[in-house]
């Protein structure tokens, strides 16, 4: 069956400092697609990235850069320089294409940055 | 273009009533997923629909019912609420209907039931 776990529950950091969080996933199925979303106070999730299971360039968004690993199972998202209006909780998701299942997600990560 | 759009935003209601969510997905988006947030079991995917027909469910009671409409628009009701459905209800969004495709989200209805 499909799980995402995001092992970190909160991180805390200063502004302007570097911090990646951890998504580790498990599926059977060989085509897949991964998704992280952020989700400010206000409730809304926010779509930040797809990638599918081919695809294991790293991409870069601006402060955003993400590192698919398909070696360790692992796509982590690291924000460079954080700023106060990072904070939020972030999800890391799943979705297998060949057996088409709704989105799995991980149970996410508290991110506060402290000015 | 609009995004996803959901009414009302805050309701609060007692057990044993009933309650209706809406759900207006971008236009152009035949797919419409809904799904529960609370803090003990995380996000939780409820059911899916496309062109008005339920193509998924996942694993919650009957309580929970849902429809879509030929403009795409969504419903989801919960019957004899308990204390347990107080939960922030998120609806999403795709283009086709493929869970590979990205579900855009809207702001989310928080249910509290006293």
């Known amino acids: 069956a499909q799980k995402v776990t995001q092992a970190q529950t909160e991180i805390s950091v200063v502004e302007k400092e570097d911090v990646t969080l951890d998504c580790v996933y498990e599926?059977?199925?060989?085509?897949?697609?991964l998704f992280w979303y952020k989700q400010p106070p206000s409730g809304e999730l926010v779509f930040l990235i797809r990638?599918?299971?081919?695809?294991?360039q790293n991409e870069i968004s601006g402060r955003y850069s993400w590192n698919f690993q398909k070696s360790t199972s692992s796509f982590n998202f690291t924000i460079t320089a954080s700023q106060v209006v990072d904070s939020a909780v972030y999800f890391c998701?799943?979705?297998?294409?060949?057996?088409?299942?709704?989105?799995?997600f991980g149970k996410g990560t508290r991110l506060s940055v402290i000015a | 273009k609009a995004g996803v759009t959901q009414t009302p935003r805050y309701l609060i209601k007692t057990r044993g009533q009933q309650v209706t969510l809406s759900c207006s997905p971008i236009?152009?988006?035949?797919?419409v997923s809904w799904y529960q947030q609370t803090p003990g079991q995380g996000l939780q995917f409820l059911f899916e629909?496309?062109?008005?027909?339920?193509?998924n469910k996942g694993n919650f009671p009957g309580r929970f019912s849902g429809r879509q409409f030929s403009n795409s628009r969504s419903e989801m009701n919960v019957s004899t609420l308990e204390l347990g459905d107080s939960a922030l209800y998120l609806c999403?969004?795709?283009?086709?209907?493929?869970?590979?495709?990205?579900?855009?989200f809207g702001p989310g209805t928080r249910l509290t039931v006293l």
């Open positions: 999403a969004s795709s283009r086709d209907g493929t869970y590979t495709d990205t579900q855009y």
């Open positions: 599926t059977r199925d060989t085509t897949y697609y």
């Open positions: 990638r599918n299971s081919f695809d294991e």
């Open positions: 998701a799943l979705s297998e294409w060949k057996r088409n299942t709704p989105l799995v």
């Open positions: 236009s152009g988006h035949r797919s």
């Open positions: 629909y496309f062109s008005e027909t339920q193509r």
